[in-house]
């Protein structure tokens, strides 16, 4: 699987809280050499995955090693109203997106006098329009010129040609409407054109609404400006996720032993964190696979709905070549055997072919 699925930039406005949170998830980064796909720049992060499931198999199989999944976080440098014309860092931060395969927009839901806000209030929805609106200018341009460049083709009346005017067309009335891409109604055939067109509001996007201790934030006062908000991500179809990026950033010399205790203290129930690390692989609709033995347990990403031989692509490409068949039981079936002896008495081991599409929570032992 090409790495090119796995990272989700980080954008906001300044003061916002965007490289407090990018510090706080940094401080859960993998080693390098376990991933091959690892870059040395500053702004990028590669990212351990949590999952519970892990440790567990770990235990079962009394493996020397363990070793989780990762996806990389990209902090996109902050942007300004006019990024589309190139003004400020513009130019690089419309290509930095354009280059990430889901976005994570940092919204900032507290009010502080200490820390000014770069429109002076505090108004969630119109920060996101802000950005937003950047963004969507940069993809009317990008159709706009699409259009232009198959004018000739759609003019011959070519089949394709016309497809695509008809999709790009559509696209542009929700664009023009200050709407995200993503929101227009389209077909299999429509989505399979628009994909050519990298279109940065296509792409997946979560809002991480950023808390502050001991400040006013909107969730709590639950006024106007939180329900607008809440209503905005509902009708734009996007995820959000609530944080303290602060508390998380303070937490991340803390002990795991001490940790709920010190978010106890916050009065913050979970960690934050973890939850939008999650999230932000099931937005780029990624599901884990297991192999796990003596040696090592370790945790595989691959898309959603993947065969066993792109599966095993995951661990080695000779795996995909070379696939004969897998064996697979599911974790919950393995947990409750006990262990790997008797999940396969029982008949909880199953033998799947090239054909076979892996579930999250497989474990996989590969033949070739």
Request: proline content about 3%; some cysteine.
């Amino acid at each position: 699987m090409s790495h090119s699925k796995l990272t989700i930039g980080i954008v906001g406005l300044p003061n916002v809280g965007k490289s407090t949170l990018f510090n706080a998830l940094t401080k859960r980064s993998v080693p390098a050499e376990n991933f091959p796909f690892c870059t040395i720049d500053p702004s990028v992060g590669v990212v351990a995955v949590p999952d519970s499931r892990l440790e567990k198999l770990t235990t079962l199989s009394n493996s020397q090693k363990t070793i989780p999944t990762a996806i990389e976080f990209v902090d996109i440098a902050g942007l300004v109203k006019g990024a589309s014309d190139g003004e400020g860092l513009g130019n690089k931060f419309l290509s930095h997106i354009r280059e990430v395969d889901a976005i994570a927009h940092v919204v900032r839901l507290f009010e502080d006098t200490d820390i000014t806000h770069v429109h002076g209030t505090i108004n969630p929805v119109d920060d996101i329009t802000v950005i937003n609106l950047e963004l969507i200018i940069a993809d009317m341009q990008t159709a706009a010129k699409r259009m232009q460049s198959i004018e000739r083709e759609v003019r011959r009346g070519d089949k394709e040609a016309v497809l695509e005017h008809h999709t790009v067309t559509k696209i542009l009335k929700t664009l023009e409407a200050g709407n995200l891409a993503r929101s227009t109604e389209l077909n299999e055939k429509e989505e399979e054109v628009i994909k050519g067109l990298h279109l940065l509001t296509m792409k997946p996007m979560l809002y991480v609404l950023n808390k502050k201790a001991n400040a006013l934030n909107l969730d709590e006062e639950n006024g106007e400006r939180y329900e607008k908000l809440l209503q905005f991500i509902e009708d734009s179809h996007a995820q959000y996720v609530i944080i303290d990026a602060g508390v998380e950033h303070e937490l991340k010399d803390v002990s795991p032993e001490d940790k709920d205790e010190f978010l106890r203290e916050f009065g913050v129930v979970e960690d934050g964190v973890s939850a939008f690390i999650q999230m932000g692989y099931r937005l780029l609709d990624l599901i884990t696979f297991f192999t796990t033995g003596e040696d090592e347990t370790r945790a595989w990403t691959v898309l959603r709905d993947s065969s066993a031989p792109d599966a095993g692509a995951a661990i080695h490409s000779d795996f995909r070549d070379k696939f004969i068949r897998a064996d697979v039981v599911a974790y919950e079936k393995l947990m409750e055997a006990g262990s790997y002896a008797i999940a396969r008495e029982k008949g909880s081991v199953r033998t799947e072919g090239k054909a076979y599409v892996v579930q999250d929570g497989d474990i996989i032992e590969f033949r070739i």
